[in-house]
């Protein structure tokens, strides 16, 4: 069964940081693309960070320079470190593991809520 857990979302102050963690069981870490996305009510939800298994970055716009991804493969976890955090990051936050360029299957974690706010 695979699952992923994201965790380490909560309430911060606009300026603060964050560090969101997504673990995952049930796949071979390594083989996958992994990707943060988030969605903000009345949203679609959209893409903010990408790792590519060889460990190759992709930001959206509205957070380069303040939100970094890493990737743990021996910890099969993936992380977002979220700096200078506004008002507009407050979104749900939810974990992709994406295995589909290699014929394998794509998978979400339940979400994390990040709320900013003074």
């Known amino acids: 069964q695979v699952q992923l857990v994201e965790s380490g979302g909560g309430l911060v102050q606009p ?3 964050l ?3 997504c673990s995952a069981s049930g796949i071979v870490f390594r083989f996958y693309a992994l990707g943060w996305y988030r969605q903000a009510p009345g949203k679609q939800r ?3 960070a ?5 460990g190759s970055t992709n930001y959206a716009d ?3 320079g303040r939100f970094t991804i890493s990737r743990d493969n021996a910890k099969n976890t993936v992380y977002l470190q979220m700096n200078s955090l506004k008002s507009d990051d407050t979104a749900v936050y939810y974990c992709n593991a994406d295995g589909t360029v290699r014929g394998l299957l794509d ?3 339940q979400g994390t ?3 900013v706010s003074s």
């Open 15 to 17: 300026g603060g940081s």
């Open 50 to 54: 990408g790792i590519t298994s060889g």
């Open 19 to 21: 560090r969101l963690s």
């Open 107 to 109: 998978y979400w974690g």
């Open 62 to 64: 509205s957070v380069k």
């Open 113 to 115: 809520q990040v709320t």
């Open 46 to 48: 959209e893409l903010v």
